[in-house]
T-cell receptor, first 113, second 118 residues
Framework: DAKTTQPPSMDCAEGRAANLPCNHS???????VYWYRQIHSQGPQYIIH???NNETNEMASLIITEDRKSSTLILPHATLRDTAVYYC??????????????FGKGTKLSVKP | NAGVTQTPKFQVLKTGQSMTLQCAQD?????MYWYRQDPGMGLRLIYY???????DKGEVPNGYNVSRLNKREFSLRLESAAPSQTSVYFC?????????????????FGNGTRLTVT
């Protein structure tokens, strides 16, 4: 599985957009980009995933560069409840272990009033 | 729907004791996973079960055993607990139909079991 690089921490003002970057320069053609988050003491929560095209759902938008070497997760109007650790994960359709997600250390996003 | 339920929420063991962490899901998912999370680190896969009746090792299986009791339940057993197994344990499930597209379905996680081994 390709590795990802994320900044260890970021701050965002409440109500503003939070843009979380992820570098995955060794991604291969059939590998997807996934985003999960983990709010303190809870289990990880799925946010969004994509292959080539930009994706949007009720939680966030995922922008993947044309060369697929990096991506950005966008929370359009961050709230205090979005304070969490955000994980960017790259995985092929079958994964190293039947679809195993390999979690790195993620980005700790702090949304401030 | 409760989703993924883990019991117990907290547990303290002495070195050498054994225990079983329980996990149950009510979403009719085929695949289930056990992860551990240590302070300041991401999650690491211990064991997984792609479907009922099958289990496979993940990244850090040593010191653990698992049982896929039925489609709903996937338990993790520590036969002889060690302080290095102090961690937060997360169970997850995933809907996988056998079609390639279903491998991309999201994992649903429980809220963890916090285990301390003294």
């Amino acid at each position: 599985d390709a590795k990802t690089t994320q900044p260890p921490s970021m701050d965002c003002a409440e109500g503003r957009a939070a843009n979380l970057p992820c570098n995955h320069s060794t991604i291969s053609g059939n590998e997807y980009v996934y985003w999960y988050r983990q709010i303190h003491s809870q289990g990880p929560q799925y946010i969004i995933h994509g292959l080539k095209n930009n994706e949007t759902n009720e939680m966030a938008s995922l922008i993947i560069t044309e060369d697929r070497k990096s991506s950005t997760l966008i929370l359009p109007h961050a709230t205090l409840r979005d304070t969490a650790v955000y994980y960017c994960i790259v995985r092929g359709p079958y994964g190293g272990s039947q679809g195993n997600l390999i979690f790195g250390k993620g980005t700790k996003l702090s949304v401030k009033p | 729907n409760a989703g993924v339920t883990q019991t117990p929420k907290f547990q303290v063991l002495k070195t050498g004791q054994s225990m079983t962490l329980q996990c149950a899901q009510d979403m009719n998912h085929n695949s289930m996973y056990w992860y551990r999370q240590d302070p300041g680190m991401g999650l690491r896969l211990i064991y997984y079960s792609a479907s009922e009746g099958t289990t496979d090792k993940g990244e850090v299986p040593n010191g653990y055993n698992v049982s896929r009791l039925n489609k709903r339940e996937f338990s993790l057993r520590l036969e002889s607990a060690a302080p290095s197994q102090t961690s937060v344990y997360f169970c997850a499930s995933q809907s996988r139909s056998g079609r390639a597209s279903s491998y991309n379905s999201p994992l649903h996680f429980g809220n963890g079991t916090r285990l301390t081994v003294t």
